[in-house]
């Protein structure tokens, strides 16, 4: 496990102790109904509930990115993020906040108008090629994410020799890059969910510690996905439960960051697994 600091704004964030990331959705067809915010007056509300709950970091985005989803012209990505940001700067102009884009304009914009502190990018660079630049001029944490394909076409039939090899390769000539261009706040993201079957996401998540190779923060997003509902035959809506337990095991696996839509439940669940994992510590000394 990732046991340093990153530099948001300025200030040294310890990821030593995992922390809890609240999705915002400024979207109308993202999968889970609850964490969409379209109106001022519902990012207001969601933003209050999940400081209220805990979250160290909110991650606002406005391009669905579940699978199938339509492509979002560049124009009214841009229009919903500055609305919704305005909205979550009046709340908590103090929150660290991440902008969920993989356009480098957009991510400019966020940044320079708004203040954002980090870019989760689920394409990594993959979609914009002057992402990486962008991100090296601006000195922000940037989330890298492994995404087969596209939001349009990545459940389409994903296939891998070895899911586990070619993930982590493709992260690390990323990093490679990245290292060259002085990015050094970086955060990676296996893309559970993302251009991968239900197989894919077990076995990536029951190797997850290997990620430690990196020796980089590492984030997990399987919040109410659909390894957990289509697993256990239920809607997104009833997956909480089973989002606990996953959490639980990437937890135990080394995640810093758990990006999630319920902030008190994720909390609750880092509370519990430092316990335990005092109580380790202190018979192994």
């Known amino acids: 496990m990732f046991t340093g600091t990153i530099n948001v704004?300025?200030?040294?964030?310890?990821?030593?102790?995992?922390?809890?990331?609240?999705?915002?959705?400024?979207?109308?067809?993202?999968?889970?109904?609850?964490?969409?915010?379209?109106?001022?007056?519902?990012?207001?509300?969601?933003?209050?509930q999940l400081l209220t709950e805990g979250a160290d970091m909110l991650d606002m985005g406005a391009y669905s990115s579940r699978p199938g989803a339509d492509d979002l012209p560049m124009e009214e990505e841009m229009k919903r993020l500055r609305e919704g940001l305005a909205v979550l700067r009046k709340e908590a102009p103090d929150a660290i906040v991440s902008a969920d884009t993989f356009r480098a304009d957009v991510a400019k914009m966020c940044i320079e108008e708004y203040g954002v502190a980090i870019i989760n990018d689920i394409a990594g660079g993959e979609l914009d090629s002057n992402m990486f630049d962008t991100i090296a001029r601006a000195h922000v944490p940037y989330i890298i994410m492994h995404m087969?394909?596209?939001?349009?076409?990545?459940?389409?039939?994903?296939?891998?020799?070895?899911?586990?090899?070619?993930?982590?390769?493709?992260?690390?000539?990323?990093?490679?890059?990245?290292?060259?261009?002085?990015?050094?706040?970086?955060?990676?993201?296996?893309?559970?969910?993302?251009?991968?079957?239900?197989?894919?996401?077990?076995?990536l998540l029951a190797h997850l510690n290997e990620f430690d190779i990196f020796q980089l923060p590492l984030l997990v997003g399987v919040s109410r996905k659909s390894m957990v509902y289509k697993t256990l035959g239920i809607t997104p809506a009833e997956a909480l439960n089973g989002t606990t337990v996953l959490h639980t095991i990437a937890l135990s696996k080394g995640a810093n960051i758990l990006r999630v839509h319920d902030v008190k439940e994720a909390v609750e669940a880092i509370r519990l697994w430092q316990n335990v994992k005092q109580y380790e510590f202190n018979q192994d000394n």
């Open 9 to 48: 704004n300025g200030q040294l964030l310890d990821l030593s102790t995992p922390k809890v990331m609240g999705i915002v959705n400024l979207t109308p067809d993202s999968f889970f109904e609850d964490s969409r915010a379209q109106t001022a007056e519902q990012v207001a509300r969601r933003v209050r």
């Open 148 to 203: 087969q394909g596209t939001p349009q076409n990545m459940q389409q039939a994903p296939h891998y020799e070895n899911v586990l090899k070619e993930v982590m390769l493709h992260l690390a000539e990323k990093v490679r890059i990245l290292h060259e261009m002085k990015v050094n706040d970086i955060i990676l993201d296996p893309g559970f969910g993302f251009g991968k079957t239900l197989a894919h996401n077990f076995e």
